[in-house]
């Protein structure tokens, strides 16, 4: 074998090796996650890591059910990313429409203050959202957790507002032919056209509501309200010095079976949506 093609072997297999051990590395914690789990509280530190229990057993849900609502958090979860979501996508699409497939003055600028926001750092708003809330009286309820979440659209309209622009003119030209106004272009060629756009963007926004951990802290106050991802928390502050990894690991497996069934029964979507190009017309 020349040297060449063997320098090239030996830099391929470096390179595969990296990648190895850095996969190891990335999906080891989710694994002791998963097997803590499923391990007695009392034989997790006790024992050498193992990859599997050898006796799987779902106490850790009970007890951490006995201990926590955990139940009412997956369900606050459940609730507050989904609200998120819907509002998100009930701005964006038609917003995304509107500067993809529609003439009026001012579209330019506006849109690019809309990608403006983007750039704008999030945490600047917490304190003055934060007042906002407390004069509201919305403290401590649900609303303070969706609503103020759902304006941050930028990057959602501009990923729709290029769908709608990767659309052929020529089925909106022969809708305004036929008579079709600009709602019924959005609701019967628009929308069916962008399915896998809006299905992407929905399991996008839906895992970002879900792992809202700062807002949440401030604004749920009440124990039942609490979302999985601020609940477990809690898991820290109430348990003092005693040990409860168990419990607290069968909590965080809870917190993200959802987002990762959403995520996989969903992925053809995200797939097929974000591949092409963005198109900068």
Known sequence: MSAVPLRRSVHRLLIHGVLLATSIATVFPLVWMVSSAFTPNEIITARAV?????????SNFTIAASRHPIWMWLWNSILTATLITLGKLLLAVPAGFA???????????LFWFVIATMSFP?????????IAVVK???FDTYGAMVIPSIP?????????RQAFRSLPASMFEAARIDGS????QFMEIGIPNVVPAIAALSVISFMGAWNIYLWGQLVLEDGFKKTLTTGIATFADLEGT???WGPLMATSLLSIVPVLVIFLSAQR???DALAPGLDER
Do not use: K
């Not at 990859?51 to 799987?56: G, I, K, N, Q, T």
């Not at 999030?122 to 934060?130: D, G, R």
């Open 50 to 58: 193992r990859l599997w229990p050898e006796d799987p057993t779902l």
């Open 99 to 109: 500067f993809g497939r529609m003439e009026f003055p001012g579209r330019r600028p």
């Open 122 to 130: 999030t945490v600047l708003a917490i304190i003055p959202t934060y």
């Open 136 to 138: 509201m009286q919305a």
């Open 152 to 160: 941050y659209i930028g990057f959602y309209v501009f990923y729709m």
């Open 181 to 184: 106004g600009l709602w019924r």
């Open 242 to 244: 005693e040990r409860v």
């Open 269 to 271: 979507f995200i797939v």
